[in-house]
């Protein structure tokens, strides 16, 4: 069964610094795009980085420059590492990853449980 097994969330001070990983298991033939989107208390969850079809990531305007998404394709693990946290950026983050489980499979959306992040000021 596919997993996706996140680390790296807890809590810290504005300005400080967390690492998330999200690593992927369980019959899977291919792992495709690996990335993170967040959700804070009463929001709607959003995207925080993802790669795009061109090779590119996409950030959302509030975290470029200080979060970037990196990947061992090797391992089938993503990482998340996020600089000069702000308060704003609480939320359960969670990682995506499109998977595929034979090669005939198609590629499917597959979501990670979340791990919290709470910056406090």
């Known amino acids: 069964q596919v997993r996706l097994e996140e680390s790296g969330g807890g809590s810290v001070q504005a300005g400080g610094s967390l690492r998330l990983s999200c690593a992927a298991s369980g019959g899977t033939f291919g792992v495709g795009a690996m990335g993170w989107y967040r ?21 959302a305007d509030s975290v470029k420059g200080r ?42 959306s597959y979501w990670g449980q979340g791990t919290q992040v709470t910056v406090s000021s």
């Open 39 to 59: 959700q804070a208390p009463g929001k709607q969850r959003e995207l925080v980085a993802v790669p795009t079809s061109g090779g590119r990531i996409n950030y």
């Open 67 to 108: 979060f970037t998404l990196s990947r061992d394709y090797a391992k089938n693990t993503a990482w998340l590492q996020m600089n000069s946290l702000r308060p704003e950026d609480t939320a359960v983050y969670y990682c995506y990853a499109e998977i595929r489980r034979s090669p005939s499979a198609s590629y499917l």
